[in-house]
């Protein structure tokens, strides 16, 4: 039987790699071998940190709402997995599987590890999509996940808080739609690619005490929208300050602990802002906003015709990469040194 090795989460803080015997393919399912991988980097590095939110509570799936957890959830949480797409190469497949072929490349939500066994239909071809272009899909939906739930449309001056992948990536969907772009970020090689990507005015965070009185005074009175993609209190405190009366927040980083930096009774409150939550993700079954819901998967397939008329740039996107055998490292760098990092890969 062959052998798989996985990259593993213990314990916050506590990585290691496992190894374990892969079973006998069932009729639906395929064996990959793995080319590239990358992580999530804000959503598992509360895993990594030890602050996930799902620590202490959890979200009822019929009521949807968060209930405290009747169980020591780290039991759910610890170990599991690190990584959450990867891109290889088919080396075998069931006998009922008719989709793929031995050789073909295809992409999928899979963790870093060099082995896996899948069903057919959780993995899709490159089809004419690079390796790297396959990996930027997940934060690429996000983005324009926080688009379209904000409505942003022609002409509108809209902020981006956060330019990790997610931020950058919003900054070219923006852009497609017509909006004036301010950008913001105190990492001087993410300012450089908001501007390559098309922003039109970008921030250096570092310096400005008050960036939504910055944003105020540079529009004369405010953008029409904020895409808030830190998942930080204190940038959405700003985010709120930035935006005009009437005004859009949309949320798209991911917050974990409580907020201790915001005022709701202030900009919030007297300004009349809508603030939005955006989160078009298949596992928690949620649509973006308007007329004709899109899921995940309907994203996804606009994504990728967008990359294929080369109207997103992931050039200088990705970045540093890990040889599968220093995977541990490549997390450490993503929580210790988020200066030199945007999106880690791990090549096999």
């Given at each position: ?29 395929v ?65 009922d ?30 089809d ?6 396959a ?8 983005a ?23 931020g ?9 739609h ?25 921030l ?35 985010a709120?300050?930035?935006a ?13 602990g ?33 007329e ?10 606009l ?6 008329a ?39």
């Amino acid at each position: 039987m062959r052998k798989r090795k996985a990259l593993i989460l213990q314990a916050p803080r506590e990585i290691c790699f496992q190894e374990e015997t892969l079973e006998a393919l069932q009729p639906h399912q395929v064996l990959v071998r793995s080319v590239l991988s990358a992580f999530k980097h804000g959503t598992e590095m509360t895993g990594y940190h030890g602050s996930s939110p799902f620590l202490k509570r959890n979200l009822d799936p019929k009521l949807r709402i968060f209930l405290d957890n009747t169980e020591d959830a780290s039991s759910i949480l610890y170990p599991g997995t690190l990584g959450n797409m990867t891109v290889g190469i088919v080396e075998e497949v069931g006998k009922d599987v008719n989709s793929l072929a031995v050789g073909d490349h295809v992409f999928g939500w899979l963790p870093v590890a060099d082995w896996h066994v899948s069903s057919a239909d959780e993995l899709y071809p490159l089809d004419g999509l690079t390796p790297e272009q396959a990996l930027c899909i997940d934060p690429a939906n996000f983005a324009i996940g926080g688009v379209l739930d904000g409505d942003i449309r022609f002409r509108e001056k809209v902020l981006i808080t956060g330019l990790g992948a997610i931020g950058l990536l919003a900054v070219q969907y923006c852009k497609l739609h017509g909006a004036t772009v301010y950008a913001s970020s105190s990492f001087a090689q993410r300012r450089q690619l908001a501007l390559d990507y098309g922003a039109d005015v970008v921030l250096n965070r570092k310096e400005i005490p008050d960036l939504g009185l910055e944003v105020k005074r540079l529009t004369n009175g405010g953008v029409d929208a904020v895409l808030e993609c830190s998942g930080r209190y204190i940038q959405l405190k700003y985010a709120m300050r930035a935006a005009r009366q009437c005004g859009r927040v949309v949320c798209v980083g991911f917050y974990s602990g409580g907020a201790s930096d915001l005022n709701l009774g202030e900009e919030f409150f007297h300004n009349r802002l809508s603030l939005l939550a955006s989160l078009p993700d298949d596992y928690w079954n949620n649509p973006v906003r308007g007329e004709s819901p899109l899921y995940a998967r309907d994203l996804h397939q606009l994504i990728i015709q967008d990359f294929k008329a080369g109207r997103l740039n992931i050039e200088g996107l990705l970045g540093p990469s890990y040889p599968f055998s220093e995977a541990k490292q490549a997390v450490e760098a993503i929580s210790q040194n988020p200066t030199d990092v945007i999106k880690v890969t791990i090549n096999y």
